[in-house]
Every structure is written in structure tokens, then in C-alpha cells.
């Protein structure tokens, strides 16, 4: 099958970062895999202790154990690198790390492939990325591997509306049209900042909620939208933001946990502004790799859906720039940046149940 990228992550590989490694995280590992590490580990090719697998409660029938871990690092990872990667090959890595940073939907028009900024190496390529975004064939998604994710071949198309299905090719233009604001050729230095056009979108999400079949194509009809945004400022929804970020804290994982939104959003917001505005193209991108390949074009209920699961992403990023920024004089750098979009990865992709998520956002 082929494999869709935005064309900012095409070019991704392993850094040895070591962000997964130390996460803390459980790290299952399939039996083959195990059988590979137990060999290498018995002839002394990787040092480990002697329990370097344990037993995860109620783990399914193909996985052996879960690796072991010293402290919060995997038990493997030493010298900032992975042993299993560096003797093995990435083919003996459990699945998860074969697929980490990658998060997969898969349909009938291929593999698309977005990646978590939890990894320093991915969140690094949102600030070196030059040029305007495109949506671009790739390299296979996982090296020697076979893609997991959320796999919607031979079913429905997404949802329009709760009453209307789209097509494929229809989703295909408009998951373009998304990305040509976001970082894309309709903005790809951040011109506008995400706050108009997220409200650019919106207002196009509605309208075509509105199309019915019988007059013109879907795609069609995402071309015909305008080229520029309905305002060139808008503020942050406050108040719906706040009930985004509760939403996604509800939506959490057991045993995860996250802190409440900080103290004075609001009136501290006012410090960052200018930092934010002058890093829209960075966050432009960002938002763009939560909408891209998103679940949640198949687990929402229609494209209006699908821009509230980015305002989430948005919301996030907001509140969580403000914690770094707070020891950075409430300034936002670079540095802080960083940090925020890390963070709002690891609640949005790796802690969250989009289960839940979804049920919530979709409401009854």
C-alpha cells in the first residue's frame, strides 16, 4: 500500500533521542521479539539482568512479557542508545517501538502516517521544516515492519455529518484544504495565526456540512473556498478551551494523571502573545500533524468534529506553553515551544483513551 506523509516527517528517522525509552512507560514485546532478545542476551550479545521480562497483567496472547526497566529507562537503553535497535535491527524492536513516534490510519487509499513531537527528533523537524506543507508519498511507515493503527479498509467512508457520508476522494481534498492553511501553500510562514484560521476552517467545515450529493462533487466543493481567512485576528476562546483540556484530562488513561489548567491563563497570556505570534508557522505545522492521518475523521461524527479535535490540540498547547514559560520570565522561546509541543503530544497521543475521547467529543 501506498503511504502518505506531510512531507515535514517524510524524511524522519531515528535520532537516538531516547525520549521512548525513558518515558517510563510499559513496553510489551511480541514473542518473536523475545525469542530474538532472549538468543542475544544468552550468547552475550546484549547485556541484560537476568529478569529482563516481566508479566504485564492481562497482556494478550501474542505478546511474551514486558521489558523491564531500570528506574524509568528501559532496561536496554544505555549510552543514550538502544542496545536491541544498535545489535538487532529495528525488526527485533517490540512493535511499539517500531512504530514510535508513528501514529497510522490505514483505508482504502493507502497508509497515512503522522508522527507524536513527544520525540525530540520529530518535534525538531516543526521548527527546521522549510517551505510551504504538502501531503506527499512516502517511504514505508514502519522499516521492515507492517503498519498498526487504526485500520478502516473495507469499511464506511468517514462521516460528513451524523446523517451524510463523504468519499474518499472528497476526504482527500478536504484533508488537503486543512493543510493548505496549516502550514500549507495558502500559509506557509504563518502569516496568519492559527486562531483565524482555525476559524477559516470552521467556517468552511460548516459550509460543507451543508453539501448534499446530486449537485456538485465534494472535492468540488472544497476547491471553490476562499483564499483568505475571514479575519486576520481572533482570541482565544477562553471558554472553550477550558472545557476541551477538562475534556481531555476525563479522557485519560488509568493510572495516568495531568495537571489542571494553570493559574491566570488568561491574564498571563498577555506575556506570551507576542512569542506565539511570531512562532504561528511552528504552530501552524503542529496543528497540522494532529489533523492529518487524525483517528478521529472515523471515530468523530463529521468534519466539524474533526476541527474541534485540532482546537483540542491548540488548547492544549496553550496552557502547556505557559508552564516552561513561567521560569523563562513568562517569555516564549524556542526552548518553551519545544517543551509545550512535547507535552501536548504525550496527553494527546500516548495517554489518552481516544475512545473516550471521541465519545466525549461526539457527545450522545
Known amino acids: 500500500m501506498k503511504a502518505f506523509w506531510l512531507s515535514m516527517h517524510a524524511g524522519y528517522a531515528c535520532r537516538d533521542a531516547g525520549a521512548c525509552c525513558t518515558a517510563g512507560w510499559p513496553i510489551p514485546i511480541e514473542w518473536p521479539q523475545a525469542a530474538h532478545v532472549r538468543a542475544a542476551v544468552a550468547g552475550g550479545h546484549l547485556r541484560a539482568a537476568v529478569r529482563w521480562l516481566g508479566v504485564a497483567a492481562d497482556q494478550p496472547p501474542d505478546v511474551a512479557g514486558v521489558l523491564a526497566t531500570d528506574g524509568s529507562s528501559c532496561i536496554f537503553h544505555r549510552a543514550h542508545r538502544c542496545e536491541i535497535h544498535t545489535v538487532l535491527g529495528h525488526g527485533a524492536l517490540p512493535s511499539c517501538c517500531q512504530h514510535f513516534p508513528r501514529d497510522c490510519v490505514i ?19 516543526l521548527f527546521s521544516y522549510d517551505g510551504a506543507l504538502e501531503i506527499v508519498a512516502g517511504p514505508p511507515p514502519v522499516p521492515g515492519g507492517v503498519a498498526e493503527g487504526l485500520d478502516a479498509r473495507g469499511l464506511l467512508p468517514p462521516l460528513l455529518t451524523r446523517q451524510v457520508l463523504m468519499d474518499l476522494p472528497g476526504l482527500s481534498a478536504w484533508q488537503a484544504h486543512v493543510v493548505s492553511w496549516l502550514g500549507g501553500r495558502r500559509n506557509p510562514i504563518g502569516r496568519w495565526s492559527p486562531e483565524p484560521v482555525l476559524a477559516r476552517l470552521e467556517a468552511d467545515a460548516r459550509t460543507l456540512a451543508a453539501w448534499r450529493p446530486g449537485t456538485l462533487s465534494l472535492g468540488d466543493a472544497v476547491a471553490g473556498f476562499d483564499d483568505q481567512p475571514e479575519s486576520s485576528v481572533e482570541r482565544p476562546r477562553w471558554d472553550e478551551e477550558r472545557a476541551l483540556r477538562r475534556m481531555a484530562r476525563e479522557s485519560l488513561t488509568p493510572p495516568f494523571t495531568w495537571p489542571g489548567d494553570p493559574d491566570d491563563l488568561e491574564a498571563a497570556w498577555i506575556h506570551l502573545s507576542e512569542g506565539w505570534t511570531a512562532r504561528a508557522g511552528i504552530i501552524n505545522r503542529f496543528l497540522a500533524a494532529h489533523a492529518f492521518a487524525s483517528w478521529m475523521d472515523y471515530q468523530g461524527d463529521g468534519v466539524l468534529c474533526g476541527i474541534r479535535r485540532v482546537r483540542l490540540a491548540l488548547a492544549v498547547l496553550r496552557a502547556e506553553a505557559l508552564r516552561p514559560a513561567r521560569a523563562e520570565n513568562d517569555e516564549l522561546t524556542d526552548g518553551t515551544l519545544m517543551q509545550a509541543i512535547r507535552q ?19 457527545g450522545p
Open 344 to 362: 501536548t503530544d504525550l496527553l494527546l497521543v500516548h495517554l489518552i483513551d481516544r475512545q473516550r475521547l471521541s465519545a466525549a467529543m461526539t
Open 107 to 125: 483505508d482504502d487509499r493507502g497508509v497515512f502516517v503522522t508522527l507524536s513531537h513527544y520525540c525530540p527528533t520529530a518535534a525538531g523537524l
